[in-house]
Structures are given as structure tokens and as C-alpha cells.
């Protein structure tokens, strides 16, 4: 199975910082990527597919890119709503792994 | 509109056997594939594996096969998880969410609200 290594574990950050999300994959998975956002006590919601784009009604502060194994998720300028955790996920083939999380905080 | 209702919170004893419940609405149950998603007490999010409700066929995570069943009944429009012998380590919030597959995309467009699972003695 693909295994996802997300990095950092925890960020911090001023608002209006510029923040990025490393995502690399044990194999290549195209541009096989996902990223979700998961606010506390609330289920995850999507906002970047196929690597780099961009879900209905996400702000356009939110990209993503890469390809093969090594993929970013950045936020352009850091907004305080934008307090999460964020994951990366693959999918190949109807199976499916997530990276460990990044958990992001206003410095 | 779409909607995935889990039932509620649950607290049992190792060894019990459960099993919890996704019911969807507003949409054709059959013709999407329904995944389930554990996440542990401050950690982050796992795949156990996915359903299409039309026909059953169901694929687990590596990690997940043999000690999970994931099943669905099309007629209540309803996915289940259940488990035939807890553990503590079972402990966890499980999320079912829809898959979309689209001419673009994998990924999940709709998640259940969670259910809580408490093993303790």
C-alpha cells in the first residue's frame, strides 16, 4: 500500500504569513492528491483535488501542485478561520491512505 | 440535498461485539461508493474501506481487512461498520463519507456527522 509523509506536523504562523504543506508519496501517484481541512469536533472538508484544483467555494488563498511524488498545499495569506488540520490523501484504484496531518496554529 | 445521518454514540465493553450505521439521503444511494474513516483520540484520519451499495463490493485498507466488516443494505439506504469482538484500542470517532468519481477526482464529497466509539471496561 502507498504510504503518504506529511510535513510539518505542526506549524505557526502570523496572519497574512504565507504557509506551506509538504506532501511526498512512497510511489508515484500521478497527480492521484487530495487535501481536506479538519476543524475540531468537525468532519474533514475538501478543498484541493487531483493535486491542484481548486473545490467549489474554496478561496482562491488555498493551491496546491506537484506531481508524481512530491506535492505542496500552500495558503497564500494566512486567515484566522484558517485554523486547522490539514491532510493530504492518495487514491489508487479504490484504495485510499491519508498523510499524518499538519496541525496549524496563529503564532 | 445530500446527507449521511450516523447513529449515535456508543460505549461497550472489550470483547462486545457493534455495529454502527450511515444513512444517506438526497441522492441515489446505489450509484456511489460509501468509505468509513477512523480517527483515534488526537490523531489524524485512517481509511478502513469502502462499499458500493448497488452490488456490495466492498475493498479494505490492508490495515483494516479481518477486523472490521463493512456491509450496506440498499433497501434503507443504509452502510454499516461493525466490529464482532471490541478492543480498547477500538476507541476511536468513525466518520462514513461518499466517494465522488467524477471525469475529474477521487475523493470524498460528503461526510457523516461521526460516531463516537468508547471501549472500556
Known amino acids: 500500500d502507498i504510504q503518504m509523509t506529511q510535513s510539518p506536523s505542526s506549524l505557526s504562523a502570523s496572519v497574512g504569513d504565507r504557509v506551506t504543506i509538504t506532501c511526498q508519496a512512497s510511489?508515484?501517484?500521478?497527480?492521484?492528491l487530495n487535501w481536506y481541512q479538519q476543524k475540531p469536533g468537525k468532519a474533514p472538508k475538501l478543498l484541493i483535488y487531483d493535486a491542484s484544483n481548486l473545490e467549489t467555494g474554496v478561496p482562491s488563498r488555498f493551491s496546491g501542485s506537484g506531481s508524481g511524488t512530491d506535492f505542496t498545499f500552500t495558503i497564500s495569506s494566512l486567515q484566522p478561520e484558517d485554523i486547522a488540520t490539514y491532510y493530504c490523501q492518495q487514491y489508487d484504484n479504490l484504495q485510499y491512505s491519508f498523510g499524518q496531518g499538519t496541525k496549524l496554529e496563529i503564532k | 440535498e445530500v446527507q449521511l445521518v450516523q447513529s449515535g454514540a456508543e460505549v461497550k465493553k472489550p470483547g462486545e461485539s457493534l455495529k454502527i450505521s450511515c444513512k444517506g439521503s438526497?441522492?441515489?444511494?446505489?450509484?456511489?461508493?460509501i468509505g468509513w474513516v477512523r480517527q483515534m483520540p488526537g490523531k489524524g484520519l485512517e481509511w478502513m474501506g469502502i462499499i458500493y451499495p448497488g452490488d456490495s463490493d466492498t475493498r479494505y485498507s490492508p490495515s483494516f481487512q479481518g477486523q472490521v466488516t463493512i456491509s450496506a443494505d440498499k433497501s434503507i439506504s443504509t452502510a454499516y461498520l461493525q466490529w464482532s469482538s471490541l478492543k480498547a484500542s477500538d476507541t476511536a470517532m468513525y466518520y462514513c463519507?461518499?466517494?465522488?468519481?467524477?471525469?475529474?477526482?477521487?475523493?470524498?464529497?460528503?461526510w457523516g456527522q461521526g460516531t463516537l466509539v468508547t471501549v472500556s471496561s
Open positions: 438526497g441522492y441515489s444511494f446505489t450509484s456511489y461508493w
Open positions: 510511489q508515484d501517484i500521478s497527480n492521484y
Open positions: 463519507a461518499r466517494r465522488k468519481r467524477g471525469g475529474y477526482g477521487d475523493y470524498v464529497d460528503y
